[in-house]
């Protein structure tokens, strides 16, 4: 797999490159799209509500809603398929309708539904690539939101229909948008892993510049701290 041995020795080969792109501003935008809001979303409500989304690898995806304020817990795991299958090893085959996910824990009167969905198709990841994100490959990369509910569905819809007719992308968007039955926590290794690993090739290349992009096109919601499942486990 390229976030494995192969990706490694790739990246350490272009380190020079990947240090000069990453400290240089053009790079710094790489990746991310000027979106509008949502013109449909939910109410504000009391309470915490969860979004579950999938953009590739979820190392970079965790990474960026763990810096957003109002997000509580931001868990990597796996979605779409059962629970006998979840299991990263297996998952990787690409055969089990598993997603690369985060569950995303929000509190709706800080950040609301939809403007959760507005940093997903901004900064974490590319919607119109099919079955892939970025060097990874296969539909366990897909991009897709698995919605808990006829609230969600009915805002995830009409912020794909929005940004389509918005034409803000350079391709078509191809986001999944499949009912939530069941999220499987990825493997504790998984967890928190572009914090505890920031010097990792593979994050400094793929997922630094989503962080710097969020803090760029979202201050209001940017917080430096990231909430970690490490230490809510702790």
């Given amino acids: ?3 494995g041995a192969l990706w490694l020795v790739g990246a350490l080969a272009a380190a020079p490159f990947v240090a000069s792109a990453i400290g240089g501003h053009a790079s710094a935008a790489e990746g991310a799209f000027v979106i509008p809001a949502p013109k449909v979303d939910e109410a504000s409500k009391a309470g915490s509500e969860t979004a579950v989304i999938a953009g590739g690898c979820f190392w970079g995806v965790q990474g960026v809603f763990q810096h957003v304020k109002g997000v509580s817990r931001a868990v990597s795991g796996y979605a779409g398929g059962g629970a006998s299958t979840a299991h990263y090893d297996v998952v990787g085959t690409g055969t089990t309708g598993h997603a690369e996910s985060v569950a995303v824990t929000f509190d709706p009167k800080q950040i609301s539904y939809g403007e959760i969905l507005q940093i ?3 900064v ?3 919607p119109t690539q099919l079955n892939r994100q970025g060097p990874d490959t296969g539909t366990q990369y897909r ?6 509910n006829a609230d969600q569905k009915k805002v995830a819809e009409a912020y794909v229909a929005q940004l389509g007719a918005a034409s803000v992308y350079p391709g078509k968007i191809v986001t999944e948008i499949a009912p939530l039955k069941g999220f499987y926590p990825a493997e504790a290794y998984h967890q928190d892993f572009l914090t505890l690993n920031p010097d990792y090739p593979y994050i400094v290349y793929n997922d630094l510049p989503k962080i710097e992009n969020l803090k760029r096109l979202f201050p209001a919601v940017y917080r430096d701290k990231p909430v970690l499942v490490s230490a ?3």
Avoid: K, P, T
Wanted: net charge negative; aromatic share 16%.
């Fill in 143 to 148: 991009s897709a939101i698995f919605v808990e």
């Fill in 120 to 122: 997903y198709f901004s």
């Fill in 1 to 3: 797999m390229l976030r």
């Fill in 124 to 126: 974490a990841h590319d």
């Fill in 232 to 234: 809510a486990n702790g």
